[in-house]
T-cell receptor, first 112, second 115 residues
Framework: AQSVTQPDIHITVSEGASLELRCNYSYGATPYLFWYVQSPGQGLQLLLKYFSGDTLVQGIKGFEAEFKRSQSSFNLRKPSVHWSDAAEYFCAVGSNNNDMRFGAGTRLTVKP | GAGVSQSPRYKVAKRGQDVALRCDPISGHVSLFWYQQALGQGPEFLTYFQNEAQLDKSGLPSDRFFAERPEGSVSTLKIQRTQQEDSAVYLC?????????????FGPGTRLTVL
């Protein structure tokens, strides 16, 4: 079965600074990869997804992620963080069986 | 249009009680998923429906957990004889088709607290 590791439990960045959230996956075939954001009291919202084609994926809210098969990674990036980006971020990997596995999440704090 | 809705938003149960959690998916969405999210953790897959058929229930933690979607729309997750370890947020998601690459749209969740 597929699995996801998010090595950073909590990250703090200053507003306006760049951001990279790490995600490593384990799956035998070409994975379907997703990044979701969860704000307090809110449902999970999809930021972006990858399942084929260009390995650099653009998402909503200025986020992007790059699929690197050789490193089994799908790191999320944003060039300039806004205070409203403070939330919990989850990387997920899906399979053809439709069961999606989530990482434990990375909590992002944005300093003014 | 309306997104995925779940009710109740909060549920407090005494240990041993049965609970039923409801999910209203986006109209026309074929696939429906249930996840359990413990405090400080990512969502864990419980079960998956395509229309009324429950195609995967491998994530249900015990036989006390039961899910149904009898008419291929609304789904109910039932937990019998609740235990303290069942305390979590239960998330429902729906997607347009059964393709794994489709986006899953999540509801706000039901926070279950078992005393």
């Amino acid at each position: 079965a597929q699995s996801v590791t998010q090595p950073d439990i909590h990250i703090t960045v200053s507003e306006g600074a760049s951001l990279e959230l790490r995600c490593n996956y384990s799956y035998g075939a070409t994975p379907y990869l997703f990044w979701y954001v969860q704000s307090p009291g809110q449902g999970l919202q999809l930021l972006l997804k990858y399942f084929s084609g260009d390995t650099l994926v653009q998402g909503i809210k200025g986020f992007e992620a790059e699929f690197k098969r050789s490193q089994s990674s799908f790191n999320l990036r944003k060039p300039s963080v806004h205070w409203s980006d403070a939330a919990e971020y989850f990387c997920a990997v899906g399979s053809n069986n439709n069961d999606m596995r989530f990482g434990a999440g990375t909590r992002l704090t944005v300093k003014p | 249009g309306a997104g995925v809705s779940q009710s109740p938003r909060y549920k407090v149960a005494k240990r041993g009680q049965d609970v039923a959690l409801r999910c209203d998916p986006i109209s026309g969405h074929v696939s429906l998923f249930w996840y359990q999210q413990a405090l400080g953790q990512g969502p864990e897959f419980l079960t998956y429906f395509q229309n009324e058929a429950q195609l995967d229930k491998s994530g249900l933690p015990s036989d006390r957990f039961f899910a149904e979607r009898p008419e291929g729309s609304v789904s109910t997750l039932k937990i019998q004889r609740t235990q303290q370890e069942d305390s979590a947020v239960y998330l429902c998601a729906s997607s347009l088709s059964g393709r794994a690459s489709n986006e899953q749209f999540f509801g706000p969740g039901t926070r279950l607290t078992v005393l």
